[in-house]
């Protein structure tokens, strides 16, 4: 019995009927929690899935494309394309990290501090901030990367003292040089430079079956992967975030999304999905075999609201 008990708490929290209060101590809380009126919509770029099929084609015949996927109040997120032999200006962020997700392709990074490594398809890699990094893609195709910066923030490009230029040319900045005291934020065993989701992540799973691969104050991306099973009934609504959106890429398998307003869908390996913030949202693992969704939201500890009954 309680093994048959363990298994279907296991089962409720992976398909968030049971919220994090509840999954700490069994304490279930309740609130009035505001819902916009009419419903919060999604504002373009924003979308509630973005088909890789439907970008690759897009941008057919190009080898370095840039295309837009998540612009909010939180992040800027988009798909980019980096022809074979290529490679990106060395550069850092001032107070956010870098993140990315491999779509296709292999991309060796250098990260000061760091050793040369080539990424390929399913890596995760970030760069803490004042992380000097660089990029070139290895091989004969293009690469393909999902990146995910902080909204409204610009780069850094490093530097020497009385480095007389050029200053790099963005439009609507002027780039003067500079100084400046604080550290990169280091490497540690809870703050990796990548995480090879089918070799570290399959191979030798986590206990639990998901990784924080990044967590901070401001910033989360979680690895969640378990086994296809059915769908859910359209009367588990899954859940919904007061002030903050999240969306997420598919690692691995098909995954089925509910979202407030629409019929479910399927989503399948390197498609991204976005849910407005206060809208209900549910994912399940679809499928007969494995399936990863990599959740990205600004909040590592953020209030998941749920239908009072699911917390019965």
């Given at each position: 019995?309680?093994?048959?008990?363990?298994?279907?708490?296991?089962?409720?929290?992976?398909?968030?009927?049971?919220?994090?209060?509840?999954?700490?101590d069994?304490?279930?809380?309740y609130?009035?929690?505001?819902?916009?009126?009419?419903?919060?919509?999604?504002?373009?770029?924003?979308?509630?899935?973005?088909?890789?099929?439907?970008?690759?084609?897009?941008?057919?015949?190009?080898?370095?494309?840039?295309?837009?996927?998540?612009?909010?109040?939180?992040?800027?997120?988009?798909?980019?394309?980096?022809?074979?032999?290529?490679?990106t200006?060395?550069?850092?962020?001032?107070?956010d990290?870098?993140?990315?997700y491999?779509?296709?392709?292999?991309?060796?990074?250098?990260?000061?501090?760091?050793?040369?490594?080539?990424a390929?398809?399913?890596?995760?890699?970030?760069?803490?901030?004042?992380?000097?990094?660089?990029?070139?893609?290895?091989?004969?195709?293009?690469?393909?990367?999902?990146?995910?910066?902080?909204?409204?923030?610009?780069?850094?490009?490093?530097?020497?003292?009385?480095?007389?230029?050029?200053?790099?040319?963005?439009?609507?900045?002027?780039?003067?040089?500079?100084?400046?005291?604080?550290?990169?934020?280091?490497?540690?065993?809870?703050?990796?430079?990548?995480?090879d989701?089918?070799?570290?992540?399959?191979?030798?799973?986590?206990?639990?079956?998901?990784?924080?691969?990044?967590?901070?104050?401001?910033?989360?991306?979680?690895?969640?992967?378990?086994?296809g099973?059915?769908?859910?009934?359209?009367?588990?609504?899954?859940?919904?975030?007061?002030?903050?959106?999240?969306?997420?890429?598919?690692?691995?398998?098909?995954?089925?999304?509910?979202m407030?307003?629409?019929?479910?869908?399927?989503?399948?390996?390197?498609?991204?999905?976005?849910?407005?913030?206060?809208?209900?949202?549910?994912?399940?693992?679809?499928?007969?075999?494995?399936?990863?969704?990599?959740?990205?939201?600004?909040?590592?500890?953020?209030?998941?609201?749920?239908?009072?009954?699911?917390?019965?």
């Amino acid at each position: 019995m309680k093994s048959r008990n363990l298994l279907l708490g296991l089962a409720a929290i992976a398909l968030g009927l049971v919220p994090a209060a509840a999954q700490q101590d069994s304490k279930v809380f309740y609130a009035w929690a505001p819902k916009p009126v009419p419903l919060t919509q999604w504002k373009a770029p924003n979308k509630p899935i973005w088909r890789l099929s439907e970008i690759m084609a897009a941008h057919k015949g190009q080898s370095d494309w840039v295309q837009p996927i998540v612009r909010d109040q939180d992040y800027a997120a988009d798909y980019i394309s980096m022809g074979a032999g290529q490679k990106t200006r060395p550069q850092l962020w001032a107070d956010d990290p870098v993140f990315w997700y491999i779509a296709s392709g292999q991309v060796r990074f250098h990260i000061e501090g760091q050793e040369p490594f080539v990424a390929g398809k399913g890596f995760l890699v970030q760069a803490p901030y004042r992380n000097v990094y660089w990029m070139e893609t290895v091989g004969n195709e293009p690469s393909v990367r999902f990146e995910v910066v902080h909204a409204g923030r610009t780069p850094l490009y490093p530097a020497a003292k009385g480095d007389t230029g050029p200053a790099p040319k963005v439009k609507g900045k002027e780039y003067i040089l500079s100084s400046y005291r604080t550290p990169p934020l280091p490497y540690t065993d809870k703050i990796l430079p990548y995480l090879d989701f089918w070799g570290d992540f399959v191979k030798r799973p986590p206990v639990r079956g998901n990784t924080r691969f990044v967590a901070d104050d401001d910033n989360f991306m979680n690895v969640i992967r378990g086994k296809g099973m059915p769908t859910p009934p359209d009367s588990n609504k899954g859940h919904f975030h007061i002030d903050y959106n999240e969306f997420w890429v598919i690692a691995e398998g098909t995954m089925d999304y509910k979202m407030e307003g629409m019929k479910v869908f399927t989503a399948d390996v390197g498609e991204v999905l976005f849910a407005p913030q206060v809208r209900w949202h549910r994912a399940s693992w679809a499928g007969n075999g494995m399936a990863t969704r990599i959740a990205i939201n600004p909040r590592r500890e953020g209030l998941q609201s749920y239908d009072p009954e699911a917390a019965q």
